[in-house]
């Protein structure tokens, strides 16, 4: 099991590092696009002389962006599943230097119970703040539709 490419630090520390850049463009992603969705849907919503499809209307619109949203709590999960597995990976090969050495010797066991360490301190550190993040833009997603649904109640000034 101590083969390159099973040897925990090369390839799932590679993978988690991966996942939190992927992650944190998601984020800046949505993050970003938020504010240009409000203008365009306020727009749309001053322009449109049949409010009985704005309901559909919306939910053309935010749909798009849950769908990317719900991607960074599905990393966040996965980042925390390889954090798990570089566990794994690390106590086996622990265990199995302690084997080929033939003596218990903190020696060979540091090595294994190392990797096993940061693969879990690397799959929570992209975790948690990763599902900080989803709650946050839910909650902005959330106000928008909100807002724009409100519209139908009290229309908005013609101020964009």
Known sequence: MSGNFLHGWDWVSTLIGLL?????????HVWSILPKRR??????????????????????????????L????????????LGL????????????????????SLD???????????TTILGLSVAIPSLFAYQFLKHRVLDLEREALSW?????????
Do not use: R
């Open 20 to 28: 939190s850049v992927w992650n944190l463009g998601t984020f800046l």
């Open 39 to 68: 203008k365009s849907l306020l727009t749309d919503f001053l322009e449109t002389k049949d409010v009985s499809i704005w309901e559909e209307k919306l939910s053309a619109v935010l749909f798009p962006i849950e769908t990317k």
């Open 70 to 81: 719900s991607w960074i709590k599905h990393l966040a999960s996965i980042a925390t599943m």
């Open 85 to 104: 597995l570089g566990t794994v990976l690390g106590i086996s090969e622990a265990f199995s230097s302690l084997q080929a050495a033939g003596t218990v």
């Open 108 to 118: 060979a066991f540091a090595g294994g119970i190392k990797l096993a360490l940061v």
């Open 152 to 160: 139908l109640k009290i229309p908005p000034t013609d101020s964009i």
